[in-house]
């Protein structure tokens, strides 16, 4: 059974504070690697996609990926109010396409950032 | 605008009922997915199709049955073999095999009645 983990939260960050979340995966053969923000009643949406070892920034947003420790992080810089959403991890298992997207997800952090 | 429209927003069930929830995309996607989400949990799979006429059975899928008639359509049946269908159903959709990216639509909330 491939599983994804996440760090239990809920998560609480001052404002402007880094906000660190954390997920492990089971699989050393996981190719693909996604961070999904989604607001209480709405569906995800794909914030940060990483493939390769090492970091990825898109704008306040960092991710760190370890396949030998089996780790992938998000870190969310200058922290606001409006970063406030569950965090779900994703895993997609094969290469190459072949998965068909059957992403694994981890079951989400709560951040809040308080003002 | 393109993208996926799920309806309805909320639905109810009765005991014993079957129920259909909506998902509807105009992205010309060929993958298409349904994923149930349960309170603190992550998504999981239902069931997927790759192309028309064709699905297969994600991780989740006793109790609920799927048809892929046309490339924009993806209809879920949750059946009265789903003994606990309470939960937030989320469809989805790629590009192509080799795009990672889905695109969710905006969910159906069930609930028994």
């Known amino acids: 059974q491939k599983e994804v983990e996440q760090n239990s939260g809920p998560l609480s960050v001052p404002e402007g504070a880094i906000a660190s979340l954390n997920c492990t995966y089971s699989?050393?053969?996981?190719?693909?690697f996604f961070w999904y923000r989604q607001y209480s009643g709405k569906s995800p949406e794909l914030i940060m996609s990483?493939?390769?070892?090492g970091d990825k920034e898109d704008g306040r947003f960092t991710a760190q990926l370890n396949k030998a420790s089996q780790y992938v992080s998000l870190l969310i810089r200058d922290s606001q109010p409006s970063d406030s959403a569950t965090y779900l991890c994703?895993?997609?298992?094969?290469?190459?396409?072949?998965?068909?997207?059957?992403?694994?997800f981890g079951q989400g952090t709560i951040l809040t950032v308080h003002p | 605008d393109g993208g996926i429209t799920q309806s309805p927003k909320y639905l109810f069930r009765k005991e014993g009922q079957n129920v259909t929830l909506s998902c509807e995309q105009n992205l010309n996607h060929d993958a298409m997915y349904w994923y149930r989400q349960d309170p603190g949990q992550g998504l999981r799979l239902i069931y997927y199709s790759q192309i028309v006429n064709d699905f297969q059975k994600g991780d989740i899928a006793e109790g609920y049955s799927v048809s892929r008639e046309k490339k924009e359509s993806f209809p879920l049946t949750v059946t009265s073999a789903q003994k606990n269908p309470t939960a937030f159903y989320l469809c989805?959709?790629?590009?192509?095999?080799?795009?990672?990216?889905?695109?969710f639509g905006s969910g159906t909330q069930l609930s028994v009645l």
């Open positions: 994703a895993v997609n298992w094969d290469a190459g396409g072949t998965s068909y997207g059957k992403l694994t």
């Open positions: 699989d050393r053969g996981s190719q693909s």
């Open positions: 989805a959709s790629r590009a192509a095999p080799l795009e990672e990216k889905l695109f």
């Open positions: 990483i493939y390769s070892n």
